[in-house]
């Protein structure tokens, strides 16, 4: 089995599929993915394994959402024929990297992470989260490190789980290829280090307030306007943003209103956005009015999406993530035998053949 030849820096990112994808994820990432596309040799995949750990007893709608995403990821313009696109499930180097990776993690340091703490809160998890949960940073460590990437395209919440992916690179290299702790970040893989430290890659927009103007834009909280809503639904969406104020005979808000950040992110016409802006801080339009033209922005940028979407097929998804695996695990396999060298259990080579 022979690494992809190409000279291109990798870039790898995902999207967990706990629903289907949302502006948060197209400002955030998606737009960073579709330049990348054309300069790096990128790699994106849906998260099938992190899935499982909210919803183990709903594994119907992973697959469904597995297949939504990847007809999102097409139908915003990520092209097949330029980057790889894969399932997790299908590459198997990737749980095993999590195995060995798992042993350099701290359970007091995995606790201390953030955004893991966040996701217990706001998804209500309380103190009943599977084993599994605890365990997907560390696979998400492996997701990354299993390409070698230069760069991760994230949002600003994963900021935390890429500077732990550095973190244990850095130990692996430290442990097994002899990197002496003094190594600079970008000297260890030329020096020998099996893992580059890679860089995250923060969007446009480093973080999208949902629809109930207080958390992150999140598939899992109810707050999203997606990408595959109808005219409607987006509009209707928009019209229950809270502005923060009681009444309309208050004046308006002008700090942390969402919709003034949506008028900020989804207006195109910039001149138009200061000229509205100016408008509803002098209380010459109100609420209804800001959200019927953020509403029709939204709409805008979502049309020749939501019609390149109806016209992939549940098959079209198979085919392409079937030729992504292969791809994968080509530069996956490869990754784990150069782990396996440097932890000494390089024992013999083997192939994934997929059926
Ligand atoms: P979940 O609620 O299940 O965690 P999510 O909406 O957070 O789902 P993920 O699949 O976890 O979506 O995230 C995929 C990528 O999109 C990540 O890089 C993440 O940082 C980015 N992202 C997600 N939501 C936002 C947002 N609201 N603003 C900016 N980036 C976002
Ligand atoms: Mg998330």
Known sequence: MSESTTERLRVLTGDTPTGSLHLGHYVGSIENRLQMQEEYDCFFFVANWHALTTRADQTD??????????????????????????????????????????????????????????????????????????????????????????FVPVGEDQVPHIEMTREIARRFNQYYCKIDGSVPDEEHAQRGGVFPIPE???????RLTGIDG?????????????????????????????????????????????????LDIFMPDKARAAELNEAYAASKIGDGDLKKEVGAAMNALLEPIREKRATISDDD???????????????????LWKAKQAVRYDFFKREIVLG
């Open 61 to 150: 709608d992973i697959r469904a959402d597995t297949i939504s995403i990847v007809k999102d990821w097409l139908a915003c313009g990520i092209d097949p024929n330029k980057a790889t696109l894969f399932v997790h499930s299908e590459v198997p180097a990737i749980a095993e990297l999590t195995w060995y990776f798992s042993m350099l993690v701290g359970y007091g340091r995995l606790m201390k992470n953030p955004t893991v703490k966040d996701e217990i809160r706001v998804k209500g998890l309380g103190d009943e989260y599977s084993f599994g949960f605890l365990l997907y940073p560390i696979g998400q460590i492996a997701d990354i490190l299993a390409f070698r990437p230069a």
């Open 317 to 335: 998804v198979i085919d392409v993530l079937k030729d992504g695996c292969r791809k994968a695990n080509a530069v996956a396999e490869q990754t």
């Open 214 to 262: 207080k958390n992150k834009m999140s598939k899992s909280l109810g707050n999203a306007i997606h990408l595959s809503d109808t005219p409607k639904q987006v509009q209707k969406k928009c019209n229950k943003i809270f502005t923060g104020r009681g009444s309309m005979d208050d004046p308006p808000v002008l700090e942390n209103n969402t919709i003034l950040e949506y």
């Open 200 to 206: 995250a890659r923060i969007g446009r927009v480093a």
